[in-house]
């Protein structure tokens, strides 16, 4: 049977809502399941399971590793916000601020374990080759978020230093994901590799949209008010091709907006957003956005099932692509 996107996701959110916690002290672990029941778009377990569906007619029976990456992806989350002295995470108050800032750091930790715990359940001939892709994932996801850290004090990122940062940061756990599906459901070296490569792609065009809807996004459709970016002056795709782009006056101006300390953040906004569309970094970054989804198409063109077991895994990539949140 192949399955739908949306009953795969429904799948992952009962078997979260099922998950049993037995271990003491309560207080350790009541953190874990409050991230996990927020909710969000299981965009990782749901890629898995797409993967896994290419091979296999059940996917049910790779649940647990499924919800492992999605526990692994929230306990990034989790110190994220500890690290950003965020207030709110999907509409619900942050680890740190429910609780504070020493259960968050021990909760984290604690979930990093799970997600270990969770992803080996089961596993006999695919334990090492999986674990050891999880690891290096975990590693890179690490050192994605040094260089986004270390990018804040620069003013000279360039665009390729970017891309790798959000490759890092957000393309290898899609990736991984596919991979590990891919890999348990018996597919081929090539065919595991491609699957990585198509989620390595699909993952720069959604982080790339991401700093797209920052910018362009409906405030009552995105969920947030937008320009979060741009008041922080985060080195994003758009902020660095602006000033690699503009001429001597809005280079100027860009800098006389992202060195204002003091500054109404509307004004700014409409500033910043108003030389971007002088520059042409709209237009800049839909071109980019759709090469690297092309490019993923790409990877996917050359998995050897037919196109009929494909069929979801392309849509669901082109509804991530036309979200507006």
């Not at 695919?126 to 986004?148: H, P, S």
Request: one cysteine or more.
């Amino acid at each position: 049977m192949i399955y739908t996107a949306e009953e795969l996701l429904h799948k992952v959110n009962d078997f979260i809502e099922q998950l049993p916690y037995n271990r003491k002290p309560t207080t350790l672990y009541d953190p874990v399941k409050y991230v996990l029941s927020m909710g969000g778009k299981r965009i990782r377990p749901t890629l898995m399971l797409l993967a896994y569906n290419l091979y296999k007619e059940e996917p049910a029976d790779i649940l647990m590793q499924a919800v492992a990456l999605e526990t692994y992806h929230n306990y990034t989350l989790l110190h994220d916000d500890l690290m950003d002295n965020a207030d709110l995470r999907r509409g619900h108050e942050t680890v740190h601020k429910k609780w504070n800032d020493s259960q968050a750091i021990l909760s984290g930790d604690s979930m990093l374990v799970l997600a270990y715990q969770r992803m080996a359940v089961g596993l006999n001939d695919n334990l090492k080759e999986v674990l050891n892709l999880f690891t290096e994932t975990a590693l890179e996801i690490g050192e994605g978020q040094q260089y986004d850290i270390d990018f804040e004090t620069r003013n000279d990122v360039s665009e390729d230093e970017y891309i790798e940062m959000i490759r890092l940061k957000t393309s290898v756990l899609l990736a991984c994901g596919l991979k590990i599906g891919a890999l348990l459901g018996g597919a081929s070296d090539e065919d595991a590799d491609n699957l990585y490569k198509f989620g390595e792609q699909i993952g720069l065009a959604f982080q790339l949209q991401d700093d797209y809807l920052d910018v362009y996004g409906d405030e009552k459709v995105f969920g947030k008010a937008i320009g979060g970016d741009i008041i922080s002056n985060k080195k994003t795709y758009m902020l660095i091709n602006a000033f690699n782009r503009a001429n001597d006056e809005q280079r100027a101006e860009l800098r006389k907006w992202v060195d204002a300390k003091n500054f109404n953040r509307e004004e700014k906004v409409n500033a910043m957003t108003k030389l971007y569309n002088q520059i042409g970094i709209d237009k800049l970054a839909q071109q980019k956005i759709q090469y690297y989804f092309k490019e993923s198409k790409r990877y996917l063109d050359v998995v050897s099932v037919p196109d009929t077991r494909k069929h979801e895994l392309r849509a669901y990539a082109e509804a991530m692509m036309k979200r507006k949140y």
